[in-house]
Every structure is written in C-alpha cells, then in structure tokens.
C-alpha cells in the first residue's frame, strides 16, 4: 500500500490498517492521530468506529421502518418475508428462554443482532476499499468493523449490564439481590448448618464470588465479539498482503496473489458463518442475562 512517505512493508501495512481514525485532546487543543498525543490519552475518539456503528444503526432503523410500514398482509415480498423470518426467530429465542414476559427484551435482542450483523458484516468489504477512497480526502487512518474496536463492544455490554443491575433491583428489591442473591450463594450457611457467628464470613465469601461472576458477564460479552473479530479482520490483512503481490509484475508474485485471492473467497465464505455466530450469541446471551435478573425467585 502507498502513503505519504512511499510504500509500506507488511509491517507498517497490518499496523496502519489496524490503526483507528483518532480525534484527541492535547495540551494545543484537538489533534488527529498524532501517536505522542493519543496514546494512553482518556480524551481519544475512535471516530470511524462511531460514525460507522451510527451509520449502520440509522440503516438498520431506517430499513426496517420502511419494511414495516409498507408491510403487505397478502403475499410478502422477499424483503418483508426476510424480515419477518427474523422477527420471528428473535421472538421465538426470547420465549424459550425467559420465564415471564417483557416488552423490552424482544425488541432490544432484535436490535442487537442486526445492528451487531451489520457491524460484523463491514469486515468482508475489501480492506483497502473504503480506506483509499478516503485517503483521496487526506484522511490517512479508517477501519470500517465497528466490533473490532473494544470500545464499541464494552459499550454495548455495559449497557446491558446497567440493564441487569436495573431489572435485579426492580424485581428482588435490595435485600433479595444483594442479601439473598450476592450473600447467601452459592454457599448457603443456613442450609450448610454455618453458626450464625460465622455467617458474615460466609456472606463475605459470597460477595466476592458472585460480584465476580456478575462483572465477568459484561467482560465475556465485550471481548468474546471484540476477540473474534479483531481476529477475522487480521486475517482479512494477512491475505490482503499476499494478493498485493499481484501487482507487481513476476511470476513468483503473481503465484502468491492467485493464492491470497483464492484464500480471501475462502476465508470470506467461512467468515460468514462468524459473522452470523457472533450477533447470535451476543444476542442469546443477552436475553439469558436479562432473563436470569428478572426471575424473582
């Protein structure tokens, strides 16, 4: 790939195209990717990770908006019919695996696995394709996957986890979550025969287990999309180096683009697959999260 100051080697390839379009505050006001600026600075926006997840979810919105107001109750087209299968097998995940019912889960499990497939699905655009056109406007640095940032990914599961605190609350009350759900599991000293003495020891012990198993859960969620990701996109790189070969005129490079494109439909095809996988459970895993904080008992 060229830039500025000529052509890149692998190296400096893979690390700019894993570099994000940064916007940064220094001490001389807002400055774009500058390294000695944005490294370990709290005031870094990834902003092609967030004009593009905005991007997709206004697509996302706007798409089905349409659909559904120019539904047809008569024969679907393949669109609506296509919609449809998918409300239809949210709705139905949501049934099988919450007791009770809720008028948020549904919609918002439907929001996060076509707003997180849109994400996915930017990995399999070419990797220099959008990034070349807008190097010809002087913007030097873009990834288009939002989920290959963990930012856009700890921000989605820490508004789930928000959501679990909230419905924890709503239906145990104080007592039942923090008392009977933190304290008192999974070693129960009442049923264990524990001395009331030793009962705060005990309860303690709890605490700390269970604030553990209830923070891991945004964690896992968050690195679980961000780490499949991160890895797809990396190998989408890799091949992109072995099919620039192609452009330079010999048969020994020409032999490792024949490969690398061969390689690129291959790993695009399976990539597919996680594609589809990775908004699924994130999406799963939010209902059963959703679902275990409202079961009151």
Not at 83 to 90: C, H
Not at 249 to 266: D, M, Q, R, T
Request: a negative charge; glycine letters at 8%.
């Amino acid at each position: 790939m060229a830039s500025e100051g000529g052509t890149k080697t692998g190296g400096e390839f893979i690390e700019h195209h894993l570099q994000n379009l940064q916007l940064c505050k220094g001490d001389d006001g807002w400055v774009w990717n500058v390294k000695e600026v944005c490294s370990g600075n709290f005031w870094a926006f990834n902003v092609d990770s967030m004009v593009f997840s905005l991007i997709l979810g206004l697509f996302f919105a706007t798409l089905f908006s349409y659909i559904v107001r120019n539904a047809s109750r008569g024969v679907p087209n393949r669109m609506q019919a296509l919609i449809e299968v998918v409300f239809d097998f949210v709705n139905g995940s949501v049934k099988d695996t919450m007791h009770g019912t809720s008028r948020l889960i549904a919609p918002l499990a439907l929001t996060i696995v076509v707003w997180v497939f849109f994400m996915n699905l930017m990995d399999l655009l070419p990797v220099d394709l959008l990034p070349r056109i807008l190097e010809l406007f002087g913007v030097h640095y873009l990834k288009v996957v939002p989920s290959t940032d963990p930012n856009i990914t700890f921000g989605m599961s820490i508004s789930i986890f928000l959501l679990i605190l909230y419905y924890s609350f709503r239906e145990k009350g104080v007592g039942g979550f923090v008392v009977g759900e933190l304290m008192m599991n999974p070693l129960n000293p009442r049923d264990l025969g524990v001395p009331k003495l030793f009962w705060p020891l005990v309860c303690a012990f709890n605490f700390i287990l269970e604030s553990v198993a209830m923070l891991a859960k945004p964690l896992s969620l968050s690195l679980r999309l961000f780490g499949n990701m991160y890895a797809g996109e990396l190998m989408f790189i890799l091949i992109a180096l072995l099919f620039g070969s192609i452009l330079t005129p010999s048969i020994a490079n020409i032999g490792l683009g024949v490969v690398g494109a061969v390689l690129h439909f291959l790993w695009a095809v399976f990539h597919i697959l996680v594609v589809s996988l990775q908004a699924y459970i994130f999406m799963m895993l939010t209902i059963v999260y959703l679902s275990q904080a409202k079961e009151a008992h």
